[in-house]
């Protein structure tokens, strides 16, 4: 069974410019999930969809960041414009449903400049 | 306070020694309860769940869950150096009903020959 893909791995811009991360879950998972992990911290949910229904956005800095998941598939994570504390590593994990594990993909590493 | 705290890092221990890995949380109606390793570099991968009071053992790890003092740890016996890496802990706080996962800062292990 494949697992959760992220590309890209890996993104250096600098400061006020945009990126986009994308997320492909693994296959029927319909729940999933994005998180910003900063260097030395835990993974800080940002955004949980269900399918393609937001389930919890309350952490995601609405004023610059913007996320969907269209068809209940994939999903893109979008800066806009990126700040130097952006600076993480951009998670993607996906469960089956609610309360089920959630397994992790290999992360985004962003560095802004 | 933190909503989920790890005891601060980093702990070395001997190889074939016993590391204890500890957490609290601050809703005392969290009911999941899990724990995330992380290599160097790499996504978190979950080693152990549990939901009940009580020890849960899954060969050389257990988890110890003790609501009342809402406090769980993690016990890694005949610790390995492959077991180096940082161990979160992630708690479903109360009142999520969503499988919401909110980490700890992570704690560093190192296990030296």
């Known amino acids: 069974e494949a697992g959760v893909a992220q590309s890209p791995r890996y993104k250096i811009i600098e400061k006020r410019q945009s990126v986009a991360f994308w997320c492909n879950p693994i296959?029927?998972?319909?729940?999933l999930y994005w998180y910003q992990q900063i260097l030395g911290q835990g993974p800080k949910l940002l955004i949980q969809?269900?399918?393609?229904?937001?389930?919890?956005d309350s952490q995601l800095p609405k004023d610059r960041f913007s996320a969907e998941r269209l068809k209940g598939v994939d999903s893109t994570l979008k800066i806009q414009p990126a700040k130097l504390e952006d600076s993480a590593v951009y998670l993607c994990?996906?469960?089956?449903?609610?309360?089920?594990?959630?397994?992790f993909g290999p992360g985004t590493r962003l560095l802004v400049l | 306070q933190k909503e989920v705290e790890q005891n601060s890092g980093p702990l070395s221990v001997p190889e074939g020694a016993i590391a204890s890995l500890n957490c609290t949380y601050s809703?005392?109606?969290?009911?999941?309860f899990f724990w995330y390793r992380q290599y160097s570099g790499k996504s978190p991968e979950l080693i152990m769940s549990i939901y009940s009071n009580g020890d849960k053992e899954d060969g050389r790890f257990t988890a110890q869950l003790n609501k009342a003092s809402q406090y769980v740890s993690l016990l890694i016996r005949d610790s390995q150096p492959s077991d180096s890496a940082t161990y979160l802990c992630a708690v479903e706080l109360g009142g999520t009903s969503y499988g919401k996962l909110t980490f700890g800062q992570g704690t560093i292990l190192t296990v030296h020959p």
């Open positions: 969809f269900q399918n393609n229904g937001v389930v919890d």
């Open positions: 296959s029927g998972h319909a729940t």
């Open positions: 809703d005392r109606g969290s009911q999941s």
């Open positions: 994990a996906s469960s089956p449903g609610y309360q089920e594990t959630q397994y």
